[in-house]
């Protein structure tokens, strides 16, 4: 079993930053590609950002020049960098990792950005 827990959200006002944390747990032999995934109320759950085993990334368009994806193997985790945060970056956001062929996710954590 694995097991993911995101850490670092909070309440931000407009234009500032967060760095959100990914730790992944449990049985694991090597972790492939991670992700964060927004979800804001009423909404399904979005792609943010992915990065593969080898640290190939890929950012959806609306987080593209403002959010940076990356992880450190040795330690089975995955960060997003968040800067210029925008009100409707308001969401949850979940981690996502695929080991052994299957996918996990954390609980979420809340992020807020407002006045």
């Known amino acids: 079993q694995v097991q993911l827990v995101e850490s670092g959200g909070g309440l931000v006002q407009p234009g500032g930053s967060l760095r959100l944390s990914c730790a992944a747990s449990?049985?694991?032999?090597?972790?492939?590609?991670m992700g964060w995934y927004i979800q804001a109320p009423g909404k399904q759950r979005e792609l943010v950002a992915t990065?593969?085993?080898?640290?190939?990334?890929n950012y959806a368009d609306s987080v593209k020049g403002r959010f940076t994806i990356s992880r450190d193997n040795a330690k089975n985790t995955m960060y997003l960098q968040m800067n210029s945060l925008k009100p409707e970056d308001t969401a949850v956001y979940y981690c996502?990792?695929?080991?052994?062929?299957?996918?996990?996710w954390g609980p979420g954590t809340q992020v807020t950005v407002s006045s």
């Open positions: 990065i593969t085993s080898g640290g190939t990334t």
């Open positions: 449990g049985s694991i032999f090597s972790i492939g590609s």
């Open positions: 996502k990792a695929r080991v052994t062929m299957r996918d996990y």
